[in-house]
């Protein structure tokens, strides 16, 4: 059984989607629409812009999003899906891939998330931190205990947990952390705390948004942030999808969940080659790709 999954934020790269623009009409078509609806020419920024330029969010979302979508829909019949997930923003991606949302309506739905996301920021400023090597329960235990807001965000692959919220709890937290054995606790350089109920302004923001679109019956099961697991059903899918800005990436249990129920191959559909390196954390031994236009 193959499984498709699709990136988050922090894997795009300068030229990123530029060879399937110069490659296919399909493409370029699919892009200069995308600009039409961004107002603005997101190309130029992806294919000439700098690491600086690509990570201001408004631009970030839309571009990984756009370079995953396209790919897949530029495979044509050779994109044949038994089941899809994606990382965070990932999961936009996955929904239009499997059908479940229109190009448009997902790049929409995007655009509105990274704006509603950079207010929350904004309004509530935050901080996330990479825990190492230190198992799931201890994680979490900590954050319980600590009187700031911070959660566990991104359980991304056995030994390796992301942990938001506010910038004295996340301090607080990555010195429990430390001295509870993980090997590293490392700030990242995000501009807020997502996945923390800090999101919640931009969770009540994008809720709108999604209520006001139309979503089809998927193609295939798409595994969910926020709780690893398959769903078609329509009312499901988007209320999985206002939960997880506030809510946990469960990736791990993602993974484990696709590999339980049949998947023999994961193929990373979009930039980069992160998904691929967290799938092996969680099983060495499956196959996994980078989806490629021949």
Not at 50 to 67: R, S
Not at 98 to 103: I, Q, T, V
Not at 153 to 176: F, H, M, R, W
Not at 246 to 272: I, Y
Request: with cysteine.
């Amino acid at each position: 059984m193959k499984a498709y999954i699709f990136p988050g934020q922090g894997a795009q790269f300068p030229g990123m989607g530029k060879d399937l623009y110069e490659q296919s009409e399909q493409a370029r078509e699919l892009f200069e629409q995308a600009n039409t609806i961004l107002g603005f020419r997101i190309t130029d920024v992806m294919f000439n812009g700098t690491e600086d330029d690509l990570k201001q969010t408004n631009v970030t979302q839309p571009a990984i999003f756009l370079h995953s979508v396209i790919l897949a829909k530029v495979l044509g019949s050779d994109f044949a899906p038994d089941m899809v997930a994606g990382h965070s923003l990932g999961e936009f991606s996955a929904l239009v891939a499997a059908g479940a949302l229109s190009f448009e309506d997902g790049l929409r739905l995007v655009s509105a998330r990274a704006n509603a996301m950079q207010k929350a920021c904004e309004i509530q400023p935050g901080a996330m931190a990479a825990i190492l090597a230190l198992d799931d329960f201890t994680v979490e235990d900590i954050c319980q205990r600590l009187t700031d807001v911070v959660v566990p965000a991104n359980y991304n692959c056995p030994g390796q947990l992301v942990i938001s919220g506010t910038e004295a709890g996340v301090d607080a937290a990555c010195i429990k952390m430390t001295e509870a054995g993980a090997k590293r606790a490392l700030k990242l350089n995000v501009g807020g705390a997502f996945h923390s109920p800090l999101m919640e302004a931009a969770r009540v923001e994008l809720e709108a948004a999604i209520l006001n679109t139309e979503f089809k019956e998927p193609v295939c099961p798409v595994y969910q942030n926020i709780d690893a697991k398959p769903y078609k059903d329509v009312e499901h899918i988007k209320h999985n999808l206002i939960a997880q800005l506030t809510g946990p990436v469960r990736w791990t249990q993602t993974v484990e969940h696709m590999l339980a129920d049949g998947a023999t191959s994961f193929t990373e559909v979009g930039p980069g080659k992160v998904l691929q390196g967290l799938v092996k954390k969680v099983n060495r031994e499956v196959a996994t790709a980078s989806a490629v236009i021949e």
